[in-house]
């Protein structure tokens, strides 16, 4: 979907959108966590403590409990922009994608035991400070968190078409050099599990939000252990780009599906643990992308909606995999330096876990 920057878009379907991805899930069980205990009982303790034998219709009976304790629409219609940032970064932060799910996700996935957190969704979709989660990229507030292993430490402005051949070349190669593997998805290999255009070299941004600088600081996938970064401010200097919007699965194999590139060797194995789909795999050709779009954005609520999901793309499926809320992929070189960076660094006392620490200059 393409759209302007900022433009207001709705959450995509109704509540059992965010029910249906494992993101979704678990933000809402992050919440209910949170507000409802001690309504959480003996079938939980065994989903906290990794055993597998927790029987769902118990837990799905304890969450319904824990559920109804709050009155969602009011506790949510009290938390800020800033307040949710934190159990969406919780539900971000144990994705994976080269594993299989932990003990809470799977328990989630029986579909008795999340339908009891629909009104923890409802809640979610109308609350105040959620309204922006669908919105298109936000232009005037992007920033670049540099990473700390960078050669030369500075965003490369320039160059998108040169990277972005160079990440099609050495994925191909990777593609050919799993062929090798075995067609068994539970043989023990593991190789690249993400299907955003990581490493690429490309510049990535993530809106800030008041007191707290990127979102990227707090909801990043696989988070590297950064405990000192900068982070610059960001210039869309094409005033006319062409941003594709992620709001939602429709987008995401839309892409995919206009762009396909094919990932079966390589991801087999990776993503049949999270999804158990041992067919065909696809992913974007950002290459081919970029003859059509200057920039790639995946909303929080497609993020939400999407991430985790084995979904269809003819005989084949797709996975988003290692791509952050809100987070753009800059195709093409329209952006550049708003300013100086500001550093950031870990700091267990701060909210949320990072202070601001004066420019990174």
């Not at 035991?113 to 629909?118: M, N, Q, S, W």
Request: charged share 20%.
């Amino acid at each position: 979907m393409a759209s302007g920057y900022g433009v207001m878009m709705s959450w995509p379907g109704d509540p059992e959108s965010l029910l249906a991805g494992p993101r979704g899930r678990r933000l809402c069980w992050v919440l209910a966590e949170e507000m409802g205990r001690p309504g959480f009982g003996p079938a939980w303790e065994q989903v906290w403590s990794y055993s597998r034998g927790a029987d769902p219709v118990e837990l799905a009976s304890e969450l319904a409990a824990a559920v109804t304790r709050a009155d969602w629409h009011f506790a949510l219609a009290g938390m800020s922009e800033v307040a949710l940032v934190g159990p969406l970064a919780e539900s971000v932060t144990v994705a994976m994608y080269w594993q299989g799910p932990d003990a809470v996700d799977q328990a989630l996935a029986h579909p008795q035991v999340a339908g009891e957190l629909r009104p923890v969704a409802h809640a979610i979709i109308s609350a105040p400070g959620t309204q922006w989660w669908p919105t298109g990229i936000d232009a005037g507030t992007q920033q670049y968190v540099e990473s700390p292993y960078g050669p030369d430490g500075r965003p490369a402005w320039a160059g998108a078409a040169g990277q972005l051949m160079t990440w099609l070349a050495a994925t191909e190669e990777e593609e050919r050099s799993a062929a090798g593997r075995p067609a068994d998805p539970a043989a023990p290999y593991s190789g690249h599990w993400w299907s955003s255009p990581t490493w690429s070299g490309l510049v990535s941004t993530t809106r800030a939000l008041p007191g707290l600088g990127p979102l990227q600081l707090y909801a990043m996938e696989d988070w590297p252990g950064w405990e000192d970064v900068r982070c610059w401010p960001v210039a869309v200097s094409h005033r006319a780009a062409r941003i594709y919007e992620i709001t939602s699965p429709d987008d995401w194999t839309a892409l995919v599906t206009r762009y396909p590139l094919e990932v079966t060797k390589s991801r087999r194995h990776d993503w049949w643990q999270v999804t158990g789909w041992a067919g065909a795999w696809l992913m974007p050709d950002y290459t081919a992308a970029a003859a059509d779009y200057d920039a790639i954005h995946l909303t929080v609520s497609g993020y939400l909606t999407t991430a985790g999901r084995a979904l269809a793309v003819n005989d084949a499926r797709c996975l988003l995999a290692g791509w952050d809320p809100d987070k753009t992929y800059w195709l093409a070189d329209c952006v550049a330096g708003g300013g100086a960076p500001v550093r950031w660094i870990r700091d267990d006392s701060a909210h949320l876990g990072w202070r601001q620490a004066g420019p990174g200059l």
